[in-house]
């Protein structure tokens, strides 16, 4: 029988959901040259072509993945909107 998870654990979900922080990251250097690992990890960013932005969310994994490619791109803060 499949092992399902209870309610609290879907608030606890939507409730970090709700503050999660986003960040704004622009692709400064190219992937040309460089290993097919920082190539893939710039697509999985959402970074198709050089000098473009995308905001992504602020979760640990996409830490791992920023501070993989950290000499390719500039991370900031994105600025909320009211």
Known sequence: MPKTTGAAGKRGSK???ASTSRLSVK????G???????????????LRHHQQ??????????????FKVRHLVQVTPAEEKS
């Open 53 to 66: 932005t995308v905001l992504v969310n602020d979760n640990p994994s996409i830490r791992g993945m920023l």
């Open 32 to 46: 040309i040259g460089h290993a097919a690992t920082f190539r893939r990890t710039l697509e999985a960013l959402g």
């Open 15 to 17: 409730k970090a959901a």
């Open 27 to 30: 692709q400064v250097r190219s």
